[in-house]
């Protein structure tokens, strides 16, 4: 919500843009890493950066040692944006390393509320020019081998069907990386062994992987419900596969096409636990697109998908309509949009730089166990509407706790898989029993 209202109003700014070529480094930080700082001397300047912000989020000016020199999290107006940016380079000019202790202001709105300021540590963080042999940058992805890279262009269509020239504006535009796990590659290539040539169900994970990241807007308006103080309301897709002649003998390129419905918002018995936002999400979208297969893995995804979307967005404790949008950067701005939406999705096996391996060939990876954790979760709702047995999973899954408490990941994964594995088989035998009633 925060960084894409930056985007929008400060980054995307003429005046601002030239200003910050000209005197400053710009930098985007994950706002995961300053929250909670990995190890290493790249941990201990995110610490350093992190140790005085006013928000998990916000902009922050720091000297070449890193010393904080002031974060603003909304401003009074737009020219504050560049007094801002005055201010910070007169700061700079009296403290641009670490030789004199340098006290970190903080602003909720520049120049008119100012925050207690954080006083120095003296502590020095010096930062090599480059990671030593052996120690990997925390920005680098730690992929298992064979993970599917892919990257996906949202964009509004005007009445004539075409992409609307705005792209700044996130109800109008939307870009993001995401992921498909070996895992998912090996249920595809199972089922199109399975139907010996025949049109057959893409598995059910696999699509929902897929649809999950189609939608405009913040992270935050995510309308499969995964954000606290959000609620799914309805979720349904139906993909089926085809193979169909390919480029080469050792490549099957599967056809596929399908449909999904997915519709959200604020979970309003919540709201407490929320910073003031009111939404609400819905996106239908018609799929197509292919897949290559080679050696029991994904080396290729191509999808396109068209359809209608609507969202709106408001906040409880801003009047978003009257305000000027840099007064309230915390809570993005209003939208209200009802239209035509396209997507477009690529992907392709992770980079051999980003693939992370210990001694066994798989890398523990907190942020895959989450992924499959609430792909676990989406299954399971979906076995008991549909009146699944859900106590084999729940037998399985008895172990999953202990183990991530002792920190023994990769034993919880391996749990973890093999009930992803029985979920999928149960819900085709679900979707069996449903046909053939």
Request: proline share 5%; charged share 25%.
């Amino acid at each position: 919500m925060f960084a894409g209202a930056a985007r929008e109003v400060v980054f995307a700014n003429p005046a601002v843009v030239h200003r910050i070529n000209e005197d400053f480094i710009p930098v985007a930080l994950k706002a995961a890493m300053v929250n909670n700082p990995p190890p290493g001397i790249e941990g201990e300047l995110y610490a350093e950066i992190g140790r005085s912000k006013p928000a998990p989020q916000g902009i922050c000016t720091a000297n070449s040692a890193g010393k904080v020199l002031a974060w603003a999290l909304s401003f009074d107006n737009d020219k504050s944006i560049l007094q801002f940016l005055d201010h910070v380079l007169d700061r700079y000019r009296q403290s641009p390393n670490a030789e004199n202790r340098v006290t970190a202001e903080r602003f909720m709105r520049f120049p008119s509320r100012k925050l207690a300021n954080r006083e120095d540590t003296a502590v020095r963080v010096i930062a090599p020019e480059q990671h030593p042999r052996g120690d990997r940058c925390p920005a680098t992805p730690k992929l298992e081998r064979g993970t599917l890279v892919g990257r996906i262009v949202g964009r509004v269509l005007d009445h004539d069907g075409n992409p609307v020239a705005d792209t700044i504006g996130q109800e109008h535009y939307m870009e993001a990386r995401f992921e498909i796990p070996v895992d998912l590659q090996e249920l595809l290539a199972a089922a199109v062994k399975r139907a010996e040539g025949k049109q057959f169900k893409i598995p059910d994970a696999l699509a929902g992987s897929i649809v999950t990241q189609a939608f405009l807007g913040q992270l935050d308006v995510n309308p499969m419900g995964s954000v606290p103080g959000s609620r799914n309301d309805s979720r349904s897709w139906e993909f089926s596969g085809q193979t169909v002649p390919s480029d080469g003998p050792q490549i099957t390129r599967v056809h596929i096409i399908g449909k999904s419905s997915v519709e959200g918002g604020q979970d309003g018995s919540r709201t407490s636990l929320t910073d003031g936002r009111l939404w609400e999400h819905r996106v239908v979208l018609a799929w197509q697109g292919y897949v290559d297969i080679s050696n029991n893995r994904m080396t290729q995804l191509v999808m396109i998908a068209g359809g209608d979307e609507r969202l709106r967005w408001g906040n409880a404790r801003f009047n978003l309509s009257l305000e000027s949008d840099v007064q309230h950067l915390m809570a993005g701005h209003a939208i209200d949009f009802d239209g035509r939406v396209r997507y477009g999705l690529t992907a392709r096996p992770c980079s051999s730089d980003e693939v992370a391996e210990d001694a066994d060939g798989k890398p523990a990876d907190p942020a895959r166990i989450r992924t499959k954790v609430g792909r676990l979760q989406i299954g399971l709702q979906r076995l008991r509407r549909s009146g699944g047995d859900r106590s084999e999973i729940a037998k399985l899954m008895k172990d999953f706790g202990p183990l991530m408490q002792k920190q023994q990941m990769i034993e919880a994964e391996s749990v973890l898989d093999q009930a992803l594995k029985l979920l999928e088989q149960l819900l085709e035998d679900n979707d069996g029993e449903t046909r053939d009633r």
